[in-house]
C-alpha cells in the first residue's frame, strides 16, 4: 500500500485508528481502506455515527464561542483528532484573536497532521501525549508555553472519553487534570452512551463489537456516569443534555427539525468555582 505524505513513518497503516475512522465519517481524507471498511462495519449496526459526528462538531464549536464570548483565550483540546472542518483554533482565534490552542492526541496521524496545519500558528501548538498521563501533557513545553495556568482555560475533552476503559482510570485522570486549572475554568465534554440512541441497544452493540475488534474499545457510559466527570465543577445551563440540545444558535430551534441520531449521548460544560 503507497504511504501518504501526512502518514507517519512510526504508524502500521494496516490497523485502523479511530482518528482515522472519525475523519471518514466526517467525510475526510486522512483514512485507509482499513480505516473505511471498520467504520462502513459500524455504520451497519448504526447507520447514524456521521450524524453523531456532525451533532458533536457542531456542540464543540458552539461551546468553544461560548468560552470565547465570557472572556476565556486559552483552549486545551486533548484528543483533538484529525483537523477537519472548524477546528477549535480556527473557532477560538476568529472569535477571539490571539486565543492560544494546544492540541493534544497521542495518534500521530493526528499529530503530524495538527503540526502541518499550525505551521505558521504562532498561538497554536501541538501535544503527542496520552490523556491517561495528564502530568505529561501538564508539563509539556507546548502547554508551559501557551497556556498559563494562573488563568482560566477551556478543557475540552470531546469525543474521547469513551476511548477510556474504567480499568484506566478515567476519572483520576480527569481529576488531575481540574486540580490544575484556575478558577473560572470550563470542561467542555461529549461522551458516547446508550441512552437517546435511536435504536435498541443490543442492535447498537454491534458497533461496540467492531471497536473491540479494532483494539480501541468503544465504552457506552450512562448519563449518570457522565456526569460523574464533572466533578468539581459547577453545570452550566441547560447541564448535561444530548448535543443538539446543547445553547442551540437559533432562538426558533426545534428538535424536531434535528436527525434523531444527533441525540445519542449527552454532552455538557462545567465550570471550576
Ligand atoms: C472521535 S475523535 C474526536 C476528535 C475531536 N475531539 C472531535 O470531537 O471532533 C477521538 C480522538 O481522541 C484520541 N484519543 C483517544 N484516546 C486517547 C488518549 N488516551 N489520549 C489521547 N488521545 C486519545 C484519538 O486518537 C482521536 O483522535
Redesign the pocket.
Known amino acids: 500500500m503507497e504511504r501518504p505524505a501526512w502518514a507517519p513513518r512510526s504508524i502500521d497503516i494496516s490497523v485502523p ?3 482515522r475512522i ?1 475523519d471518514f465519517y466526517l467525510g475526510g481524507s486522512h483514512n485507509f481502506e482499513v480505516d473505511r471498511e471498520a467504520a462502513r462495519k459500524a455504520m451497519e449496526f448504526m447507520p447514524g455515527l456521521p450524524k453523531i ?1 456532525q451533532a ?2 457542531a456542540f ?1 464549536r458552539r461551546a468553544v464561542r461560548f468560552a470565547a464570548d465570557r472572556g476565556i483565550t486559552q483552549f486545551l ?6 483537523p ?1 472542518f472548524g477546528n477549535v483554533h480556527e473557532v477560538a482565534q476568529s472569535a477571539s484573536p490571539g486565543a492560544r490552542v494546544v492540541y ?4 500521530p496521524v ?1 499529530v503530524a497532521h495538527s503540526e502541518a496545519v499550525l505551521r505558521d500558528n504562532a498561538d497554536a501548538g501541538v501535544v503527542a ?4 498521563k495528564p502530568q505529561e501533557i501538564l508539563a509539556s513545553p507546548e502547554v508551559r508555553q501557551l497556556i498559563d495556568l494562573n488563568r482560566p482555560v477551556a478543557l ?1 475533552l ?3 472519553l469513551h ?2 476503559e474504567d480499568e484506566d482510570d478515567p476519572y483520576g485522570a480527569v481529576a488531575e487534570l481540574r486540580d490544575a486549572l484556575a478558577p473560572g475554568s470550563l470542561l467542555v465534554l ?1 461522551h458516547a452512551s446508550y441512552e437517546g440512541i435511536p435504536l435498541p441497544p443490543e442492535r447498537a452493540a454491534g458497533t461496540v463489537d467492531v471497536y473491540k475488534d479494532i483494539r480501541n474499545p468503544l465504552i457506552m457510559r450512562s448519563r449518570d456516569d457522565i456526569a460523574r466527570f464533572f466533578e468539581g465543577y459547577d453545570m452550566v445551563e441547560p447541564g448535561l443534555v444530548p448535543m443538539p440540545s446543547w445553547r442551540p444558535e437559533s432562538e426558533t430551534w426545534d428538535p424536531e427539525d434535528e436527525d434523531p441520531w444527533a441525540f445519542s449521548g449527552f454532552a455538557g460544560v462545567g465550570r471550576t468555582a
Open positions: 485508528s479511530v482518528s472519525y459526528m458533536n462538531r464543540m483540546d486533548v484528543g483533538s483528532g484529525i477537519t493534544v492526541d497521542h495518534d493526528a501525549a496520552d490523556l491517561r475540552l470531546v469525543a474521547i476511548f477510556v461529549t
